[in-house]
Structures are given as C-alpha cells and as structure tokens.
C-alpha cells in the first residue's frame, strides 16, 4: 500500500513514519510513505501557499493552486491504474475508529491532505476529497498528527507490517473490547506480583482469565463497547445443557 501525504512539513511527518514498526514496514517494502511539499507547487513569487479569507475573519487560508498542482504531479507518480482515495484530516471530518482503519487498508492508493491556518480553500476540497476523517472532538494546530495517526493505524492493518499476522486481533478495540492487562519480568516489582494464575502453564484457564479481565475492564471504562459486543460477556457464562428428551419410541434426542 502507498501513502502519498500533501502538507507544508513534510519532515514533521516523515520524522514520525520513519520510527519503529511503520519505519520498518517501509523499509521492508510492506508500505511506502511519501510526504509532498506543497509550497514547492506554488507558482507565487514568494512561495505563499495561503490568503487572506473572502468575506473577512481572522486567520489565513490556503489556497486552492498549490494543493491542486501538488495533487496532479502525485496522480502523475502513481501513473496510470485504480484511482486514489483521497483524505482530508479535519476536525469536521467523520470519527476515525478501527472500522473506519479497515475500510482505508483496502485501498491500494491513500492520498492525504493535512490542512493548516483557518483551513483550506473549499473550491480544491471538492474538487479532489473522497472524504474528511477526524481523529477526535478537538481541534489540532495542522492535520499532519492526524496524517500520522491515519498512516499507522492503517499500516499495521496490513500484512506484514507487524511480526505475526495474529497481533492485531487481541489487541484493545481490534477484539471489539478493551484489552486484558500484560505481564512480563520480573514476577515482583515494588511489591506487586505478576498474578499466579499466569504462571500456571493452564492455557485454557488463562484465556478464560484474560476474557474475564478485559470484560471487567470494558464494563468499567467503556460500556459501549460491551454493548456492541454481547458475545464476549456471554462466552463467560457458564454454557447451559441441552435438555435430553425421548421420542415415543424411547429413542434419545
Ligand atoms: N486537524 C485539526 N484538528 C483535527 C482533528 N481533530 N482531526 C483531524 N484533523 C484535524
């Protein structure tokens, strides 16, 4: 999968995407990531990428050329083929959640725009965006942290981005709840022992132990989520027995 990311600072966003997991991911040829200047698409003499807002109010807005030019010569990269989705982060954007991560993981191509100042000219937005996608209810100085969280979050979704394909499906939210708490050496630490049913070699009591957990867990901080999904409080119930009966003629059912 490829990122093609349109913001003014563009090291802010690789600085980020080069760590870690997404780093080597990329490395690795999984994912590629490449984040556009767009004041190197403006055509004014000084560069500007931003303008004072018709109809007045305070702050700047960006204009539509650089942003469209910037759009056009990545499409010229990416050649010929299924066209890109394209996303603008933005606090009026719909709530990113793991769901809407799955739906972007199935796109061969992801542009993202990041927005800074008051905005961005809405000519350009409806010209080129499928869709706005915010991260939260709070609004951010630039969209290049949601831009960052956005590439993560979808990259991990794919294959071979993280060590075994099985990770993400425990993990908080992925499972559809909140996720059991995690244990590693030393079993003693100020005191707080590593619970003893972890050192019991008993998988099968163990699972049943992290369930319990992560329901409990779920059920104190994020009911919604146990709304959503009955059927892990419900693997936790003991399993009712289904009732023998006979038929007239004596014969078991
Ligand atoms: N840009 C500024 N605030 C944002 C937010 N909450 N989500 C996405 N993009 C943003």
């Not at 901080?221 to 007239?248: G, I, S, V």
Request: glycine share 8%.
């Amino acid at each position: 999968m490829r990122f093609d990311i349109m913001t003014l600072f563009p090291e802010m966003v690789m600085g980020v995407l080069s760590e870690s997991i997404i780093g080597r991911a990329q490395e690795a040829g999984v994912i590629t990531v490449k984040a556009h200047n767009i004041r190197d698409f403006s055509k004014d003499k000084h560069r500007k990428t931003d303008d004072t807002p018709y109809g007045g109010g305070r702050g700047m807005v960006m204009t539509c050329q650089p942003i469209y030019d910037c759009y056009t010569h990545i499409l010229g990269e990416l050649g010929e083929g299924e066209k890109p989705h394209v996303v603008y982060t933005s606090p009026k954007g719909r709530l990113f959640d793991h769901g809407v991560a799955t739906e972007l993981s199935r796109y061969t191509n992801l542009i993202i725009l990041c927005g800074h100042y008051e905005g961005v000219d809405q000519r350009v937005l409806d010209e080129i965006v499928d869709e706005e996608i915010s991260i939260g209810d709070y609004v951010l100085t630039g969209g290049e942290l949601p831009a960052c969280i956005l590439v993560d979050a979808v990259s991990r979704l794919i294959d071979g981005t993280l060590p075994e394909a099985v990770c993400h499906e425990d993990e908080s939210v992925a499972s559809g709840i909140l996720e059991y708490p995690q244990y590693t050496k030393p079993r003693s630490f100020m005191g707080r022992e590593v619970p003893e049913i972890l050192l019991s070699g008993d998988h099968a009591k163990i699972d049943r132990w992290r369930l319990e957990r992560a329901v409990e867990l779920t059920r104190e901080r994020r009911p919604d989520l146990l709304l959503l999904h009955p059927e892990k409080e419900e693997a936790l119930k003991p399993k009712t027995k289904r009732k023998r009966t006979r038929t007239e003629d004596g014969a078991a059912t």
